[in-house]
């Protein structure tokens, strides 16, 4: 297993990170723990999760359990040492997580002490922001995304606010680091700008979905991701699992994704069969697993802190931890980058 640094911390994360949105869904705690249990036995410490989860699907009946099971799991092996912690406050839209509204400082301040008594523990290694009150292009909103409507002031007001707020949590020892989530270029450089101006905790990671089928991340933002040494934690490295081939033709593999959330977050439509499967057989022509392919290409980009992958199988999980040591030869490569261009994002 690689380790790479997260932005400025010295906080050392594998490059390959477990991602847990599914436990208290798809998968039960008894699950959850074995795969807990197998991604540290494989060279894994670092957990991505957030208080919004499970999302297969969301509801306010479950919502919680996907840290409760982490602490659970902390509580029984005592291995909370080992594990670099990530989670995130929710934005709002959700009516039963503090009404809906928007973060601010009383959110961030309830969400980190309802997340840590879940997590049983008394630090997070990565707190995230996991989307901007002023909205986002992601989620599938790349094709309707207007930034003429947003206001600057109260926007830079916002941001203050919360980087105020999360320097207090980090003097409190309650958080390590901060992170970003589904950011554009402009907002993270907003929150570089400020915390540097004002001594405030700087931007380690920005977690943004990031794939074969959607790129967006290849411009602006790994520019600042460069200049500013702030990594990507890239999610939903096979599409949410379309990129495995299991929905092409129509597949609706018995307790998938795609049979729960049943467009995947808009991802499941027509425009990605083709793309999908030219990456299948690419694959197939190099002797490459599918997924395989997907998730080892992300860990090639220069930008990459760490790929969260998400299982629902033990199997599936050995398979997305196994890509770790697949090497892309140049002509995989140039096959990728040939498929790029003629779908540069069908999603």
């Not at 996991?130 to 989620?139: A, C, E, S, V």
Request: glycine share 10%; hydrophobic share 35%.
């Amino acid at each position: 297993m690689k380790y790479n640094t997260l932005g400025r911390t010295g906080i050392s994360v594998s490059e390959i990170c477990l991602g847990t949105m599914t436990w208290g869904t798809q998968n039960t705690e008894a699950q959850a723990h074995e795969q807990m249990d197998y991604a540290v036995e494989n060279g894994v410490n670092f957990f991505d999760t957030a208080e919004l989860y499970p999302t297969t699907p969301v509801s306010a009946e479950t919502q919680g359990l996907t840290e409760d099971y982490i602490g659970t799991w902390f509580q029984k092996t005592g291995k909370r040492k080992d594990v670099v912690l990530a989670t995130k406050v929710a934005g709002s839209g959700r009516p039963y997580i503090r009404n809906g509204r928007d973060i601010d400082a009383d959110g961030i301040r309830e969400a980190v002490d309802t997340s840590l008594k879940r997590l049983r523990t008394d630090y997070i290694d990565l707190y995230q922001v996991h989307w901007p009150n002023r909205g986002t292009y992601h989620f599938r909103g790349a094709w309707g995304f207007d930034a003429s409507g947003q206001d600057t002031v109260r926007t830079l007001a916002e941001i203050n606010e919360k980087l105020d707020t999360l320097g207090e949590l980090v003097k409190a020892g309650k958080i390590r680091a901060i992170g970003l989530s589904n950011e554009s270029a402009w907002g993270t450089q907003k929150y570089i700008d400020l915390a540097e101006a004002k001594g405030l905790p700087r931007v380690a990671s920005i977690q943004n979905e990031y794939n074969l089928l959607y790129r967006s991340f290849d411009l602006d933002l790994a520019e600042v991701a460069h200049h500013e040494n702030v990594g990507l934690l890239a999610y939903s490295p096979l599409a949410g699992g379309i990129l495995t081939g299991k929905y092409q033709n129509g597949g609706r593999p018995a307790g998938s994704r795609g049979t729960i959330n049943t467009d995947i977050g808009g991802r499941l439509q027509p425009l990605q069969e083709a793309p999908v499967k030219a990456y299948l057989d690419l694959a197939a022509q190099h002797g490459l697993d599918a997924a395989q392919l997907a998730i080892a290409f992300t860990l090639t980009r220069p930008f990459m802190a760490s790929c969260i992958i998400g299982a629902t199988t033990m199997e599936q999980l050995k398979t997305d931890v196994a890509a770790k040591d697949v090497t892309l030869s140049d002509d995989v490569l140039k096959g990728i980058a040939a498929i790029h261009r003629l779908y540069p994002m069908p999603i």
